[in-house]
């Protein structure tokens, strides 16, 4: 198996450099504190200027862990909010996502804006994402980083994922009838990933993996994937009990292609179903070291080795200096 890469950029301090691009980060979010923290943390290191926060809960307890760090933006997703974006807390999330980040997004002038969801992390191998811009020429509108899906492996050390896989490559780690919760590309999520969007584009409005520009047409120049050694860090999957919490809805909202649909509807309404599931969900899930060598081998595994605590505790380290806030 191939070496851990180390997760943390080296060089220069990305956080306190004055720059004349800036990188903004937003998402919108409803998570424990926890992670709240650690994506901010992440952020800082990958070179962001403000992480703009919008909280789904505008009663979030994180709220009053982050919002007097000089690098972060709280916006509280009130009705008022909603609102004002025509839109109600009713409204499908993704409705009120796209339209909450285009508002965000036409906040920023200058520079660089990353939309990405509370469980997407991007990760570039030796630099951080500030340094990969900063390479970019003016031309470049919009940059997408390809996604890298982690995946369970007890009693391992580091964080391991999976890239895209096709055909044989997919067959020989998932078996050559496969597992219907692994979609085509070799993952359970999306394989399309994130994107980062020059600001300033007149009429663009974001969608959840890219920008379109005023025409409908996609502000996206560049792909940057495993060749690049660029990715999206997908923390899909957070265990098989929030996974069979949430499946009845995601059978109703079409969450599942068609195949797995009816697999997981045979399964959930069979009287011994429950084994079955709990065994497709572990086959795409979990993985021991002889599976994660069948992922070296079709070239679709990543191992990192980091620590979301330590990153945490820098960017929460007591500050002398006093917040900016420009939201």
């Given at each position: 198996?191939?070496?851990?890469h180390?997760?943390?950029?080296?060089g220069?301090d990305?956080?306190?450099?004055?720059?004349?691009?800036?990188?903004?980060?937003?998402?919108i979010?409803?998570?424990t504190p926890?992670v709240?923290m650690?994506?901010?943390?992440?952020?800082?290191v990958?070179?962001?200027?403000?992480?703009?926060?919008l909280?789904?809960n505008?009663?979030d307890p994180?709220?009053?862990?982050?919002?007097?760090?000089?690098?972060v933006?709280?916006i509280r997703?009130?009705?008022?909010?909603?609102?004002?974006?025509?839109?109600?807390?009713?409204?499908r999330?993704?409705?009120?996502?796209?339209?909450?980040?285009t508002?965000?997004y036409?906040?920023?002038?200058?520079?660089?804006?990353?939309?990405?969801?509370?469980?997407?992390y991007?990760?570039?191998?030796?630099?951080?994402?500030?340094?990969?811009?900063?390479?970019?020429?003016d031309?470049?509108r919009?940059?997408?980083?390809?996604?890298?899906?982690?995946?369970?492996?007890?009693?391992?050390?580091?964080?391991?994922?999976?890239?895209?896989?096709?055909?044989?490559?997919?067959?020989k780690?998932?078996?050559?009838?496969?597992?219907?919760?692994i979609?085509r590309s070799?993952?359970?999520?999306?394989?399309i990933?994130?994107?980062?969007?020059?600001?300033?584009?007149?009429?663009?409005?974001?969608?959840q993996?890219?920008?379109?520009?005023?025409?409908?047409e996609r502000?996206?120049?560049?792909?940057?994937?495993?060749?690049?050694?660029?990715?999206?860090?997908?923390?899909?999957?957070?265990?098989?009990?929030t996974?069979r919490?949430?499946l009845?809805w995601?059978?109703?909202?079409?969450?599942?292609?068609?195949?797995a649909?009816?697999a997981?509807?045979?399964?959930?309404?069979?009287?011994d179903?429950?084994a079955?599931?709990?065994?497709l969900?572990?086959?795409?899930?979990l993985?021991?070291?002889?599976?994660?060598?069948?992922?070296?081998?079709?070239?679709?595994?990543l191992?990192?080795?980091?620590?979301?605590?330590?990153l945490?505790?820098a960017a929460?380290?007591?500050?002398?200096?006093?917040?900016?806030?420009?939201?």
């Amino acid at each position: 198996m191939s070496r851990f890469h180390t997760g943390a950029p080296k060089g220069r301090d990305v956080t306190s450099a004055r720059r004349s691009a800036p990188l903004i980060v937003g998402t919108i979010m409803r998570e424990t504190p926890e992670v709240t923290m650690r994506f901010i943390a992440w952020y800082l290191v990958q070179g962001a200027d403000r992480v703009c926060i919008l909280f789904d809960n505008p009663d979030d307890p994180a709220i009053a862990m982050v919002q007097d760090h000089p690098q972060v933006d709280c916006i509280r997703c009130t009705p008022e909010f909603w609102r004002e974006l025509e839109l109600t807390p009713g409204d499908r999330f993704t409705r009120r996502q796209n339209h909450a980040m285009t508002w965000l997004y036409r906040q920023c002038r200058e520079g660089w804006f990353l939309n990405v969801d509370a469980d997407e992390y991007v990760w570039l191998d030796g630099r951080s994402l500030r340094e990969e811009l900063e390479t970019l020429p003016d031309v470049v509108r919009g940059v997408r980083i390809l996604t890298a899906e982690r995946i369970q492996t007890p009693g391992l050390p580091g964080h391991h994922f999976r890239l895209q896989t096709f055909g044989a490559g997919r067959a020989k780690v998932y078996g050559p009838e496969g597992n219907p919760l692994i979609r085509r590309s070799g993952m359970i999520g999306h394989h399309i990933g994130k994107a980062v969007t020059r600001a300033g584009i007149k009429g663009a409005f974001l969608r959840q993996h890219w920008a379109d520009g005023p025409g409908g047409e996609r502000l996206q120049d560049l792909s940057l994937g495993r060749k690049e050694g660029a990715y999206l860090l997908h923390f899909h999957d957070a265990g098989y009990e929030t996974w069979r919490a949430k499946l009845d809805w995601r059978l109703a909202s079409s969450g599942f292609r068609d195949i797995a649909v009816e697999a997981l509807t045979k399964l959930r309404d069979a009287p011994d179903g429950e084994a079955g599931m709990r065994a497709l969900y572990d086959h795409a899930c979990l993985f021991d070291l002889e599976r994660l060598e069948e992922l070296e081998q079709v070239g679709a595994h990543l191992g990192l080795d980091f620590d979301f605590d330590v990153l945490v505790e820098a960017a929460f380290a007591p500050r002398s200096e006093p917040a900016r806030r420009v939201a």
